[in-house]
């Protein structure tokens, strides 16, 4: 270990922190830790394992804008920020949504600011702000008032979504459609 870590490695080992986090903070190897603890005769201390929310806040980086680029594991295939907690596999969308607004999202959260994958708390929407933006947009585009029932009699009170360009779509009968086309 470099000399000049020596000494605050030790003073962070007599305080009772583990060699993971001792070797995090002052950017040493860890292995070097243990064996300084062995030379002062100290016990192991269990790492403490990070919260959700602090390991979350170990991936991203800030991007020009606001912007927070994730760092993590991302799914394979599409790309998605993920992250794995306590056996648990998160987008890492989902856990910046709960940092805002200390509730899970409702359906999936995605970024709204328009850059791909971009995981910042402040961008992030969940399924009601997603239709409550488009909704605004249909607005300012002066679309038409949207059908109280679609053509095969959904109330779109409750079934009634909006695409990204504010086009009206009922939710039952696209799902009534993917479900036919997996079963055939
Ligand atoms: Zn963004
Ligand atoms: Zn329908």
Known sequence: MNPAKADPARDLLTAGLSDSAIARQLHVDKHDVAKLRAEMGLANVPAQPLTVEQKWRQRVRELPGGHLEWTGERATGS???VMR?????YTA???AFRIKHGTDP???AAPGCGT???VAPDHID???RRQ???AALRLVLGAPQRPTHCRRGHDQAGH???LPDGTAYCARCSADRKQSATAS
């Open 116 to 118: 791909r994958h971009c």
């Open 126 to 128: 969940d399924l009601p």
């Open 106 to 108: 409702q359906g999936y």
């Open 132 to 134: 409550r933006d488009r």
């Open 160 to 162: 009634g979504q909006l």
């Open 93 to 95: 969308a989902r856990i």
């Open 85 to 89: 907690h306590s056996g648990n596999a």
């Open 79 to 81: 790309g998605t920020p």
